[in-house]
């Protein structure tokens, strides 16, 4: 079993910063890809951005040029740098990962959630 634990949400007032962390901890032979997702209320979830083992980064148009992700790989964690926050980024933001427990095994895992809410 792996575990995914967020850090970091909290309430930030419009053009501020915060800094989400996800830690994968358990039975990890290896990590793919880690993301992080959000869903606002009445929304459905959506991918804020991923980023592989080899480091190719993936980012939702929306969030371009203020998000930044990037990860480290010898301590299986990913941090989503958000900056220059708007009220329309109020979300709870999910840790996302894809881990191969074995050289035959990988699925999807995901953290519990973490609330960020920017004020206007």
């Known amino acids: 079993q792996v575990q995914l634990v967020e850090s970091g949400g909290g309430l930030v007032q419009a053009g501020g910063s915060l800094r989400l962390s996800c830690a994968a901890s358990g039975s990890i032979f290896s990590i793919n890809a880690m993301a992080w997702y959000r869903q606002a209320p009445g929304k459905q979830r959506e991918l804020v951005a991923g980023i592989t083992s080899g480091g190719s980064i993936n980012y939702a148009d929306s969030v371009k040029g203020r998000f930044t992700i990037s990860r480290d790989n010898a301590k299986n964690t990913v941090h989503l740098q958000m900056n220059s926050l708007k009220p329309e980024d109020t979300a709870v933001y999910y840790c996302?990962?894809?881990?191969?427990?074995?050289?035959?095994?990988?699925?999807?895992?995901w953290g519990q959630g973490t609330q960020v809410t920017v004020s206007s």
């Open positions: 996302n990962a894809y881990v191969s427990s074995s050289p035959w095994l990988a699925r999807d895992y």
